[in-house]
Each structure stands twice: as C-alpha cells, then as structure tokens.
C-alpha cells in the first residue's frame, strides 16, 4: 500500500544509462528530493551503484546531500553561486559573469564549475560573455565546463546539432572536462556524452529512457464501494453519469496528492492486478471514484501507477510529463522503499 520506489531499479537504471555512455563518468541529477522520490533514501543507493557526483538546483539542497553523502563525492549546485547561498563543501555552477566574479570574490580557491548556454536561454554565459571572461576563468580551472540541451527528448530536432557545434565552439581548447548529457543526450549517441553525463529522469523510470526499469508503483486505498444505478452521476460537477448498474469504489488520493485533476475523463485507470478499472466523474483534491464493475471482488488497494500505467501514460492522459508526475507525488503517502 502507498508509494513504493524500487531503488534496485534506481540502481540497475543507473547502471544501464552509465553503460550508454562508456567514455564518461555518469553523474546523477537529484534536484527537487531526487526528483520526489526522497534524496535521503535515493541519494545512498545511487552512491552505492557508483554515482559520485551529484547535481541539484538549489544550495540548500546540496547542504541536504552533504550531510549524508562521504567525502568523496562531489555536489554541484545548478543555480550557482546566489546571494546568501551556503557552499561549503559543494561546487556552485556558475550561470552568468555576475556569478562568476561575485563566486571568485567571495572563494578565491574554492572549487566551481561554469554553465555556458549553448542556445537554450535558460542558464548560462553566453557565447559573447564567454569570449570575454574565458581566460580568467580557465586560470582558475573550473572542475567542470557544462551546457544543457533544450530538445535532447527529440532525437530528430535539429536544436541537438546546433547545441552540440555551439558548445563544441565555446569549449575549443578548454583543458577542463565537459558535459553536455542529460537523459536524453545520452539516448542521442557518443558525440554527446563528452566527459560528464548527468542523467535525472531516466534513473526513476521516465522517458525518453524506454528501456528504464520501472520504480514508482502507487497504490490507493479503497475507502468505499457503492452501488450506482443507471443516470446516477459521480462527482464534482455531475460530469459523468452510469448508463447501466454499476459498481463505484472511492479510493484516498488525489490532487493534492499530485493526481492531476486534468486526468478527470481523460481515460486514466485504477488497476486491480492487471484489470482496468476506469477512473470516473472528476479528480478531486483527496479522492478518486472508479467504475469496478468488472471485478468480482473489490481489494484493499487500487494501483494508479503500475506497469500497466507508467508515469509517463498518466503524465500524457493529465496533459503533463512524467518528470512534472514524480516531483508532485505528495507526502500523504506511506512511503516503502524495496
Ligand atoms: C534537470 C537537469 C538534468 C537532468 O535532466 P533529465 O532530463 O532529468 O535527465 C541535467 N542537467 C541539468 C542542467 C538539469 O537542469
């Protein structure tokens, strides 16, 4: 019952993506509480599959992390050095000229890394700024030079190319290891992977990494089934009525949950081992109603995520995507971890 992350197959995702990419150390990307999983326990077993560097948006995550990582490992900030931000023992990603001369300032030796925006407009110094402060910046020997691809998902969107030549350009005769992958341009092939590969979503099971073991299985507790008659209607809104007797079970989650109330008549399903239970009437914010006619005997639990539904699935009935699913799973859950 609840929400339970397989981290053996955190570790075996790890894995497989690091064997994608066999000339280059694979980083793990675990912003956002390893994407919602939970870092305290996510953190430890891709450290233990042979992750020792770890990006995350925000210092404080990283002051999280270095509390539970060894010393041998490497955290590296992705919003770079922002005012008032705690970087002991963590590696800001400096974004912008502005970071890096206020970063040099304030920790003349301490080690950092650089962003250059190769066409995302993101995060990032920029081609002309670069020209500017390069030399400044590799005399300081940055420990890693990286980019981001905005369309990596996309193997044909020529977006990739020209990221790839506009990095290739910025970094020409840099002596600093570099990194351009996330999942996706992992997926896109060697030309990309570089030195660094810094996979994220791929690691929990979501796309574009199809081969990726499932981790996330989210089961919801039946509170209630009832007997509904023909033109009856169920839930907020009356937006779905029974054109025939049927079976109604209400199970204990929902928006606030992170089910996104725009699944509501989208096709999504609860699932029975393995039998389809259509979600009925709208999400609302801590319940679901299902049609469960078809079972003959209703269980404890109903799975809303499960190998019939993967993230991405509900993440594409609910208009979102999978990374948007896994970081807003709530905490009302029990949390079990395999
Ligand atoms: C989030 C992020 C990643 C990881 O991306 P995935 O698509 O989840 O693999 C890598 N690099 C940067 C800069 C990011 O912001």
Known sequence: MGLQIDLGAVQANYRALAGKAPGARAAAVVKADAYGLGAPRVVPA??????????????????????FLPDDTRIFILSGHMEGAELTGVIPVLNSPRQFFRDRTMRPGQPFAIQLDSGMNRL???PAQWAVIRDEALADQPALIISHLACADEPDHPANAMQLAAFQQMTAGCDVPLSLAATGGILLGPDYHFD??????????????AEAQPVVRLSLPVIQTRDVQAGEFVGYGATWSADKPCQIATVAAGYADGLLRTMSG??????????????????????????????AQVPETLDIICPAQKIDDLAGLAGSIGYEILTSLGHRYERTYL
């Open 266 to 295: 989208q096709g999504a399903n609860l699932y029975a081992a393995g039998t389809a239970c259509p979600i009925v009437g709208r999400v609302s914010m801590d319940l679901i109603t299902a049609d469960v006619t078809a079972l």
């Open 196 to 209: 660094l590969v810094r996979p994220g979503v791929g690691l929990y099971g979501g796309q574009p990494f």
């Open 124 to 126: 990032g110094i920029e």
């Open 46 to 67: 891709l450290y233990e599959a042979g992750a020792r560097d770890f990006f995350v948006a925000l210092a404080s995550e990283g002051q999280t992390l270095r509390a």
